[in-house]
């Protein structure tokens, strides 16, 4: 019984610790946050130059101010159908880290909604399924009035996407052009 209280005082402390501010999305029906200490920027949809044998979820790179960041396509990554381009779409520049080192990637969402404060009290853990499903990357499920928010660990999101390798690629086939 003791170790049952343990652990659920752990797990109330972990929660206490994922509350703060995050910038909410959409990907069609569904609504996503991601801490807003890893966003460094959002920008309007531009045009993403393709670069080639890359995976269907890497739509590409865009050149912001002089920096090339690889571009992700969060809806293709999360194995949905991809989405025609509106004026609402746009590109959320976020700061990961992998292997030690800070990267700036893009992801693409078909729009940004609002940053909210979200308490401990109102996050839940990621639902457990069984051993076949990785719900690794999501930091827990935020509760806004009626609504559930899916909360993203943006660096897991991006890491089985291996951003290391795609950004050393991307560098690698700019500086052949």
């Given at each position: 019984?003791?170790?049952?209280?343990?652990?659920?005082?752990?797990?109330?402390?972990?929660?206490?610790?994922?509350?703060?501010?995050?910038?909410?999305?959409?990907?069609?029906?569904?609504?996503?946050?991601?801490?807003?200490?890893?966003?460094?920027?959002?920008?309007?949809?531009?045009?993403?130059?393709?670069?080639?044998?890359?995976?269907?979820?890497?739509?590409?790179?865009?050149?912001?101010?002089?920096?090339?960041?690889?571009?992700?396509?969060?809806?293709?990554?999360?194995?949905?159908?991809?989405?025609?381009?509106?004026?609402?779409?746009c590109i959320i520049v976020v700061e990961i880290r992998q292997d030690g080192r800070k990267f700036s990637t893009g992801i693409v969402v078909d729009h940004v909604q609002e940053v909210l404060d979200i308490d401990g009290e109102n996050i839940e853990e990621a639902p457990q399924f069984d051993s076949s499903v990785n719900t690794d990357f999501i930091m827990g499920m935020g509760k806004i009035g009626d609504s559930v928010k899916i909360l993203l660990d943006i660096d897991k999101v991006l890491s089985m996407s291996n951003i290391k390798a795609i950004s050393d690629a991307v560098v690698d086939s700019t500086e052949k052009l």
């Amino acid at each position: 019984m003791a170790n049952a209280t343990v652990q659920l005082e752990q797990i109330r402390k972990d929660l206490t610790e994922k509350e703060g501010k995050y910038l909410t999305f959409a990907l069609g029906p569904e609504e996503y946050g991601l801490e807003i200490l890893k966003v460094r920027e959002i920008i309007g949809y531009m045009a993403i130059t393709a670069v080639p044998q890359m995976p269907a979820y890497v739509k590409g790179v865009i050149n912001l101010r002089g920096q090339v960041i690889p571009v992700i396509d969060l809806r293709s990554k999360f194995g949905m159908n991809t989405a025609t381009v509106t004026e609402e779409t746009c590109i959320i520049v976020v700061e990961i880290r992998q292997d030690g080192r800070k990267f700036s990637t893009g992801i693409v969402v078909d729009h940004v909604q609002e940053v909210l404060d979200i308490d401990g009290e109102n996050i839940e853990e990621a639902p457990q399924f069984d051993s076949s499903v990785n719900t690794d990357f999501i930091m827990g499920m935020g509760k806004i009035g009626d609504s559930v928010k899916i909360l993203l660990d943006i660096d897991k999101v991006l890491s089985m996407s291996n951003i290391k390798a795609i950004s050393d690629a991307v560098v690698d086939s700019t500086e052949k052009l």
